[in-house]
């Protein structure tokens, strides 16, 4: 038995965001929570127009930050009721959307965010109706359950989820990305690849995930470079909006070893999430290989890198050199020390961190061991 959820809506191309008033409408939807990470943006400026001709109420709430955390959700769910809002618009990268995740959550849930990420709070009422515009083309936020929040008291960067809390309608609209600086582009776009190669290796992969991680994949690997390299095209542009989306979606069956390593230590180090799962990517595929070598070997002939006509093994080991050589070109992290010294790495307390955090999880396909997780620490140094 598996389980499928996802949005009831998605608007896909250039000028979805036409749509808004009349989602927010049909939603019966009239104060809007206007959730963003800068209120001068571009967009943003552009929606908060489009909306107050149209007659609603805007309130926005710019008060979160790249790695959002129990302050930001707290204080994001009080603003929320002060304003007496009816609904939410995330218009942001993951992290914007993840806060609204959980302050949607909240707002009709009580209590404090740090209750369901630590304590077990369990969630018992549908949140508050939120859509959400990607302003980048990678977390896949958008199309999951799952918000993730650095917990101030601990350091841990952990997740809090539940299947109501997805987004009633995604508007994946190019001119939402086209100002997007090309070191995002690369870092969200590493993500999303991240997504798709993991979620379709993962032992939870379902037929309706692994269809989604494929097509993710295709139309990422495809575009990712014309995207970075021509900041206008919009239909690379959409493409990979379209991929991002796709991977979230798979993502929802759960993560592998880059996700379960980078995450962690992307929050000791101060690494952004896209750019440590840039760094681990290529190390969870070799970590795995003899535990997912049918599918890795799918994952190199879906890129087409010249894998045909090879073992599986051989093609396998072709995908990761693709990864390899697009992450070169396209300039996107490759180790730790990019982001701090090798000397301030300590190898052991990263390892404890992890299993601490993340050890709960059972996606991989090779088992979690201490040794694989020093492994790839040290591989990545």
């Known amino acids: 038995m598996f389980e499928f959820i996802n949005n009831r809506n998605v608007i896909v191309g250039e000028n979805a965001l036409a749509k808004l008033p009349q989602s927010l409408r049909w939603n019966e939807c009239k104060r809007i929570f206007l959730t963003v990470f800068q209120n001068d943006a571009s967009i943003v400026r552009r929606i908060i127009e489009d909306l107050t001709r149209e007659g609603f109420h805007i309130t926005v709430y710019d008060k979160i930050v790249s790695e959002p955390d129990l302050i930001v959700i707290d204080s994001g769910a009080e603003a ?81 989820y539940h299947d109501s809390m997805i987004a009633e309608t995604v508007f994946l609209d190019p001119n939402a990305i086209l100002s997007l600086p090309r070191k995002i582009m690369v870092s969200t776009g590493m993500d999303a690849i991240t997504h798709a190669i993991e979620s379709y290796i993962s032992l939870n992969a379902t037929p309706i995930s692994e269809m989604q991680s494929l097509k993710a994949l295709e139309l990422l690997s495809s575009n990712i470079e014309c995207a970075c390299r021509e900041p206008e095209n919009l239909e690379a542009k959409t493409n990979m909006l379209l991929g991002s989306y796709l ?31 840039s760094i681990f990517l290529t190390h969870s595929m070799r970590a795995n290989l003899s535990y997912a070598t049918a599918k890795l070997a799918r994952v190199a002939r879906e890129l087409k890198a010249d894998a045909f006509g090879l ?53 991989n396909p090779r088992p979690l061991e201490t040794g694989v997780l020093r492994e790839m620490i040290q591989a990545a140094i």
């Open 247 to 277: 991977g979230g979606c798979a993502i929802n069956c759960g993560i592998s070893l880059a996700h379960i390593v980078g995450q962690p230590l992307g929050a000791i180090y101060h690494i952004p999430h896209g750019d440590a799962c």
């Open 311 to 363: 073992s599986d093994e051989e093609a396998a080991l072709e995908g990761i050199r693709w990864i390899e050589r697009l992450k070169q070109t396209i300039g996107a992290p490759e180790k730790l020390t990019d982001y701090v010294k090798a000397k301030d790495i300590d190898v052991e307390y990263a390892v404890e961190f992890i299993l601490e955090s993340m050890g709960h999880l059972k996606n």
């Open 80 to 160: 929320y009721q002060k304003s007496h809002c009816d609904c939410i618009v995330a218009v942001g990268g993951g992290s914007v959307i993840d806060a609204s995740k959980a302050i949607a959550m909240l707002v009709k849930n009580g209590g404090c965010i740090e209750e369901y990420q630590m304590e077990g709070r369990v969630v018992k009422h549908k949140p508050a109706v939120f859509f959400t515009v990607p302003t980048t083309a990678g977390t896949g936020a958008e199309a999951t359950k799952i918000s993730v929040i650095v917990n101030n008291h601990n350091g841990w960067k952990k997740s809090v």
